[in-house]
């Protein structure tokens, strides 16, 4: 390896551990307003408030977080010994999952739209 491909993945490791560290600091800046108070968290899964809870919307905050955590996991395993080595390809059950829950949410906001 020369010098130059030794520098690139130095400050490829130093970037990518200074990503990490602002992305924990963010979760922890936004998880403390949530927790004060300053971000107003609640309503989140109905339409309006006082109604009650919307299974649209609760599917697509579960569905989200589940294929991140899965395409997360599937990228740690990823071969990077490859020449030129890159993020693995999203799998046809997650792109399905994805749209799934998005046609729904979409269909729930249509549903309970308003009319004037």
Known sequence: ????????AELTRLFEAGLLIWFVLLLIVIGGRILNGDIDAT?????????????????AMAVFPVVLTSYFFNALHADMSVPHPSLPDISDQMV?????????????????????
């Open 1 to 8: 390896m020369t010098e130059l491909a030794r520098l690139f």
């Open 43 to 59: 309503g989140v899964l109905v339409h309006e408030h006082g109604e009650g809870v919307a299974p649209e919307r609760v599917l």
């Open 96 to 116: 399905m999952l994805l749209t799934g829950g998005n046609g729904l949410y979409l269909a729930g906001k249509i549903a309970h739209r308003r009319t004037p």
